[in-house]
């Protein structure tokens, strides 16, 4: 396994442990639809959260937020769309980001709702 995939993994299992704390539920982790991959799928008060988790060891390169371009948003909608459909999802619909910067002791995770608009 690569160190960024590694960093990746991490990051995910970070932001799953961060967004539980706030009263989400994991639906689904690592969600593929053709060339779409959703990093996680969370549940909370009837709402359904498509997760782009973007991790870095430094922002040295810029903050990881700033690495979700419209290529990437558009991917992830494409996903979510399909899985809204093949699960039959009635309820609200939203994109977050969770962004995570690694050095230091403890990591920086920063929730930013509604990401996509």
Do not use: C
Request: net charge negative; charged share 35%.
């Amino acid at each position: 396994m690569t160190d960024k995939i590694k960093r990746g993994f991490e990051g995910e299992g970070l932001a799953i442990s961060f967004l539980e704390n706030k009263g989400y539920q994991l639906v689904v982790r690592n969600y593929r639809y053709k060339r779409s991959e959703i990093d996680l799928i969370v549940e909370k008060d009837n709402w359904l959260v498509f997760v782009e988790v973007k991790t870095r060891s430094s922002v040295a390169f810029g903050y990881p937020e700033e690495f979700v371009d419209e290529k990437k948003a558009n991917k992830i909608m494409e996903g979510a769309e399909n899985y809204i459909i093949e699960n039959d999802w009635k309820g609200n619909v939203r994109y977050d980001v969770v962004a995570i910067t690694l050095q230091g002791d403890e990591p920086e995770i920063v929730h930013f709702e509604d990401a996509f608009y």
